[in-house]
């Protein structure tokens, strides 16, 4: 457990080091990002890619645990493999579109967990319903295209159903199952 701790410091310490000079503010690049949400129909397994999503986190690499993320996403440019399965992502019995465009994420607590890892508090909304998420997350310090950017990676389960993701039919969970992985892997860059 002590050589975890250590471990732990230590990389965190690495990490602020290394960045004191750089801007707390970031922009998300959208070429080098992706949001991938998977769920089950029946036995078979499904996925689609957020592919608008606009980003930008405060993270300052001295105090950490004073972040702010602001994310948003539309969802009516979801991708998907079937123009049927659009039309019903899209429809009122789930993400509704046409009433609520967009999806966000909203945080400004972060906390060390690991060498690398963190977990932001902040609230999630979707179509009409807001609730708390702690949304965890591994970050590392790269260069992109020959400037400092930093990834993002992290995966997270959501209920749809906290989210009225599922009226009418869609409200049973015997053919889709409440959950929902979401899988991030973004890059940011310094604004």
Not at 43 to 57: H, L, V
């Amino acid at each position: 457990m002590r050589t975890f701790l250590n471990r732990a410091l230590l990389g965190a310490v690495t990490l602020l080091i290394g960045l004191p000079a750089y801007s707390a503010n970031w922009d998300l690049d959208p070429g080098m990002s992706t949001v991938v949400f998977k769920y089950n129909y029946g036995s078979d397994e499904y996925q689609g890619t957020f592919k608008n999503i606009d980003a930008t986190f405060d993270i300052d690499p001295m105090r950490p645990g004073s972040c702010k993320f602001d994310v948003t996403i539309n969802i009516e440019n979801i991708d998907v493999d079937s123009p049927e399965v659009l039309d019903y992502l899209l429809d009122y019995e789930l993400f509704d579109v046409d009433t609520w465009p967009t999806a966000t994420f909203k945080a400004e607590k972060c906390n060390l967990t690991g060498v690398t890892s963190f977990e932001s508090e902040g609230t999630l909304t979707i179509r009409d319903q807001t609730n708390p998420m702690t949304f965890p997350f591994d970050l590392s310090i790269e260069t992109c295209d020959g400037q400092i950017c930093f990834h993002l990676t992290s995966s997270v389960t959501l209920l749809r159903l906290e989210y009225g993701v599922g009226q009418g039919y869609w409200a049973n969970t015997a053919e889709v199952p409440n959950e929902v992985e979401v899988e991030v892997d973004v890059y940011a860059t310094q604004r």
